[in-house]
């Protein structure tokens, strides 16, 4: 088979509106977003920053919040607030990134489900239930296979209800069933690699594909290099993650979740810091853990063409599949 045309790749990678499920830029109110300009200058058209995951205290939300409006308001020539799916639509049209929130975890409610309307209002388009280990909403994926609790059951109902994406990265294997069956809307997996390529407990099930396909919902492929193996975090290597889940549910079903994280993170230093969240022998002690860049996504776009997918298909994983959940869930 003949290699796709630049000429080709470039048509359709600048047609496509490019999706980011979810940016690994650390929680904290004095975080530098400059670098949010990595995704612009590529050609993103949306990126899901993270404002909270369960290791810091619930009460840093809201100050990340506030300082990550705030910056994003003060440059509305470059980046947008999304409230929408129309709101990204109209930011690949401006050629402006738009830009919604995270939580990766629920110990940001509080215990409280009033917290879910409260933190959708202030741009939290998007949550998952436990970051690693098991909290008071449901189990996480190095923890004990709990479930989703009666408080998740509700969590679920109520991001429902003010239209705010369900999300499965980082869970255990009962707490995603469980929520995928409870869900009214299409359930992602914003970032996250098949165990059938990559053996590692971050990594989901072609089960739990199967069951998110089944909900109407996207799977994001993962950036970092040791969930997509040997600390491989090249294009290549996130293509053939890609195209796995595209064998098992279909194109339309897969996405970008690439977790990139800004020039200089220190992520060894954090990771071993806590090995509660992130145990010994997972891979978290490895050296100069790579991730891929949004200045890759061209080059994802160009081998998958290569591979055959058509033209629509490849739109689809660029950004086309979750802009359709966000169409349905957000409005």
Not at 122 to 138: H, K, M, S
Not at 158 to 181: F, L, W
């Amino acid at each position: 088979m003949s290699g796709a045309t630049l000429s080709h790749v470039d048509e359709v990678y600048s047609g496509a509106l490019v999706w980011d499920a979810h940016a690994g830029i650390y929680p904290d109110a004095g975080t530098d977003l400059d670098g949010l300009e990595n995704w612009r200058h590529a050609g993103v058209s949306f990126v899901s920053v993270n404002v909270a995951y369960d290791i810091p205290s619930w009460e840093e939300a809201i100050p990340v919040l506030s300082a990550y409006r705030r910056f994003v308001e003060a440059h509305p020539d470059l980046y947008l607030l999304a409230d929408t799916a129309e709101d990204v639509r109209r930011a690949k049209a401006d050629g402006r990134l738009a830009v919604a929130f995270d939580l990766e975890g629920m110990c940001a409610l509080n215990g409280d489900l009033g917290m879910v309307s409260l933190l959708h209002g202030l741009g939290v388009r998007q949550a998952l239930f436990a970051y690693n280990l098991n909290n008071e909403v449901g189990g996480g994926c190095h923890d004990g296979d709990t479930g989703l609790t009666d408080f998740g059951r509700a969590v679920v109902g109520e991001m429902n209800r003010v239209g705010m994406i369900v999300d499965c990265s980082h869970c255990a294997y009962r707490t995603t069933m469980e929520a995928m069956e409870v869900s009214a809307d299409p359930v992602v997996f914003s970032h996250s690699n098949p165990r059938a390529v990559w053996d590692h407990e971050r990594n989901i099930t072609d089960e739990q594909v199967r069951a998110c396909a089944a909900t109407g919902g996207v799977v994001g492929v993962n950036g970092l290099g040791i969930f997509l193996g040997e600390n491989d975090s090249s294009t290549g290597r996130m293509v053939e993650h890609a195209c796995h889940l595209a064998d098992l549910v279909g194109a339309e079903h897969v996405g970008l979740g690439l977790d990139h994280l800004p020039e200089g993170a220190d992520l060894a230093g954090e990771l071993i810091a806590r090995p509660d969240f992130w145990p010994p022998g997972q891979q978290y002690d490895t050296p100069d853990i790579t991730g891929a860049h949004p200045g890759q996504v061209h080059g994802i776009c160009g081998q998958l063409l290569d591979r055959g997918f058509s033209d629509a298909e490849v739109s689809g994983i660029l950004g086309g599949n979750f802009l359709r959940v966000a169409s349905q869930v957000w409005g």
